[in-house]
């Protein structure tokens, strides 16, 4: 299997903080995030509608 390399983003509301997280958009298997500080700790592989959900309740109760 070939390894395509992620791009990797960060909110810009983090600064330059690193206690966040960042996430990548892999078509292939779709939402990657990661913890910033941790960054070869383990990737949690989301569907983009549960990474879409996630986003609109971290709006509402943020």
């Known amino acids: 299997m070939t390894m395509h390399p ?8 983090s600064g330059n903080r690193d206690d966040c997280i960042e996430v990548a958009d892999d078509t292939r298997t779709g939402i990657r ?3 910033s500080k941790l960054t070869d700790s383990p990737i949690l592989t989301v ?4 990474f879409t959900d996630f986003v ?4 509402t109760d943020g």
Do not use: E, I, N, Q
């Open 6 to 13: 992620l791009t990797w983003h960060k909110s810009t509301y």
């Open 33 to 35: 995030v990661r913890d």
């Open 47 to 50: 569907s983009p509608a549960a």
């Open 56 to 59: 609109g309740m971290a709006r």
